[in-house]
């Protein structure tokens, strides 16, 4: 059962704490960190691993434990907003995986933390037990300074652990996310209007396409106009909808797309759905993939 | 190293033997049978096998020697031309296995039938060891019934193997060959002139794209004109080339693509190259997919 996970951890300033906690995250076979950063504004660091839920699951929460152990928010100082030690746990279905596998890896890991380390953990996103609790920003309204208050308040009782913040660790929210998809496409303009227009269209807060964030930027080095997209749920919305929508605003505008850029990774049957579409493949399925064979 | 393998046996009618060489194909882990079928007016069986290059030769070498017991060429009609029990076996490279990696597989394949089977074996298409025996057809000019006469030309002395071809199997050609892609692309007309024109553009024989074979007929079913489509090599023209090359030009016939359809399979990278070329995305490396790096 494959499974992503994007930890994002309240310490992005002291590199032997980050180290410690890529050190956890990559020591079990089974399980690849994939890629992680640290931003000292932001005081957070994000790693990204994939493997198999177990080795995923054993590793997490070594990492988990190091954190509590090493990071104080009681002294946390950072422009992101956050509520623990570890702030977030995103669990995301590769492959065959299902959201359903997810949801039950999200609660017994959850169940672990609160028992284990008793930490306050709340379930979130696709793995909330309640309507109020899926978005995210939600759940870290008030931040960790609020939660002694917030917690009083019985919508918030935590799903696992305590039933207050932890001194030292806060509390951690922990849900089941699709995969995300980051792209952006350059414009022929140096209009940033343009961007704003299509990013306008095509995001569904102002009534365009579902599972679709976007907003339109100015690119100063390259000295064009960018429509930066955060494409939340491919499944839902397809890819090349997507770039369809933008090359048909761009359009109307006079303008033409000069390129796309993919941030960080993409899922292989994402792009390989965008290549039957446009090739006009009629019924095509993954299993006339060679390799799906093998 | 993963290779396709693509022999085909000079036996299409007598079911008995048709699965005495399926069952020896699909016989050893680490090599998969993924398709075959037989032809009783060609008189001839194709097989499809891919996996590990030791265990594909394994079980070819095994099927080569049943067939050398069980088929007369001797006894053989059939309308497709053939030089012997086993006509052609060719080598395709998957993955990250090389061209090279083929030739010498193939090579010391052809070696093993020659010493141990005592057939003759001549290399062809990328193995080829003359530029006059590049060419399959070439190699299988005379067929079976004239190689007794054409091996005593000096320039078709077998790669391996005895100087005569043998009484019951004759000869084989083994060759090494890159992935073919075969697809379809029907279009909004019934008149099948457009389809040839448009086949006569794009196919190399007469002027067109590199790796490019192709056929204009009529699909009497459907009612519609068809562009039928070998792509010998997708390395050298991708799959998005030939498919807007046949856009451009139905344009020009005022005619529009219905749909495409792909027969058999396609290498995932052929697919996933199609996508990013549609969706523009700058610099895009496999190495960008979520599952190569797991």
Redesign the interface.
Known sequence: M?V?CVPNFSEGRNQEIISGLADILSSQEGC?L?DYSADPDHNRSVFTL??ESEDVAHVLFDAVAYALKNIDMAQHYGIHPRIGAVDVIPFIP??DTTEEDCIGLAKKFGKRLGEELKIPVYLYEKAATGKHRENLANVRKGEFEGLTEKMKNKDWVPDFGPLKPHPTFGAVAVGVRP?LIA?N?NLSTQDVTVAKKIAHTIRFSSGGLPAVKALGIFLKKEGVAQVTINLTDYRVTP??QV?DLVCREAERYGVA??????I?????DA??????H?????N?QTD???????
């Open positions: 494959l992503e690849r994939l994939a493997g590769l492959e995969f792209f496409i890819l090349w770039f797309i000069l390129e796309s850029e993919l960080g990774l993409i899922p292989q792009i390989i759905g965008c290549g039957a446009y090739l006009k493949f009629k095509f006339r993939i060679l390799e799906k064979r093998l």
